[in-house]
């Protein structure tokens, strides 16, 4: 009698997620959430502050959270938030934090900037930078701009940090304007130690496979992305550098880039791409590609071992890097 064949399941994008992550994003499905592109900003902003640190660990206790401002281009004090392991003379990562420049703040990653910290041995400065649509492109552009110059040159010393070991990342929409901040740093000769991508958008428009593949029902849906792109930039503008950092006329000189894509993501195929043209540009780069999850799994410490992974794997490129700079 012959063994009856083995059946093959066809590869689909689902089958691509570990049965952790799968679990989990059923759990979310089943709890019936309101979208974002179903709110008015400001309900968006209070659902995110809500459920953003759910599956992260407890905050870590640190020596040092502090609160302070940081001068916008304009004047403005933008909030921002220091977290670091001790009280000594530490190298610094200005971060900032994910939400489509829409929703986010520095509550909904102190979580995640507390683990940095923690396991880097460095200081991180989080910046509250001005969300869309109040503040439209390039608001948050300048404000990263702004806080890495004064960071670079008297905030720094004033916080008793070594700016001259200064790192710029951050994740999602923080991942775009941290790889922008990195260009601008290139152009006006301010040394950086690293840039730290993690599943940072870098294209015009969501026309990749990926954004096709994984348009629904893993986290970051094309709709969502739709409706945080339409708050924060007019459309005949999305050609701009400065929100689609891959078409920048060169990269050639930017800082050294460690990269963290997740492979059931919309954004990881302009996070590989944005890599390849690192790399074509001379500049080194490490990149992270890790199977199975999907975008924003950094912060689902509780319920996932890859997001430890992955920040400590963000801490040991720091270390290094700042270990690396004259």
């Not at 790889?179 to 870098?202: K, S």
């Amino acid at each position: 009698m012959r063994p009856r064949p083995k059946t093959v399941l066809p590869v689909t994008a689902s089958t691509l997620l570990t049965p952790a992550m799968a679990g989990l994003l059923d759990r979310i499905r089943r709890a019936q959430r309101v979208p974002f592109h179903a709110m008015t900003p400001a309900e968006a902003r209070t659902a995110y502050d809500k459920a953003a640190e759910v599956l992260e660990p407890p905050r870590a206790p640190l020596a040092r959270v502090q609160d302070i401002t940081v001068p916008a281009a304009d004047g403005t004090p933008l909030p921002a938030r220091l977290y670091a392991p001790n009280h000594d003379r530490l190298p610094v990562l200005l971060y900032l934090h994910g939400g489509g420049f829409v929703i986010g703040g520095l509550e909904t990653h102190d979580s995640l900037c507390r683990q940095l910290a923690l396991r880097s041995g460095g200081a991180v400065l989080a910046l509250d930078y001005r969300l869309a649509p109040a503040h439209r492109f390039p608001t948050a552009v300048d404000d990263t701009w702004a806080a890495l110059h004064w960071l670079a040159g008297p905030g720094a010393a004033a916080l008793g940090l070594d700016g001259s070991r200064l790192a710029v990342g951050g994740d999602s929409a923080g991942g775009t304007l941290a790889a922008v901040a990195a260009l601008h740093a290139r152009d006006c000769g301010l040394p950086l130690a690293l840039q730290l991508l993690i599943t940072p958008g870098t294209t015009a428009h969501q026309d990749t496979p990926s954004h096709r593949l994984f348009a629904n029902g893993f986290l970051l849906d094309a709709a969502n992305v739709s409706w945080f792109f339409d708050h924060y930039i007019d459309h005949h503008h999305r050609t701009d550098w400065r929100f689609a950092p891959l078409l920048a006329d060169d990269l050639d000189g930017v800082a050294p880039a460690w990269l963290l894509l997740a492979e059931c993501d919309p954004l990881v195929d302009e996070g590989i791409a944005y890599a390849d043209r690192l790399r074509m540009a001379g500049v080194p780069v490490d990149l992270e590609l890790v199977r199975g999850m999907t975008h924003d799994f950094i912060k689902m410490g509780r319920a996932l071992k890859e997001a430890g992974q992955a920040q400590q794997a963000a801490a040991d490129a720091l270390r290094a890097a700042w270990t690396m700079t004259p």
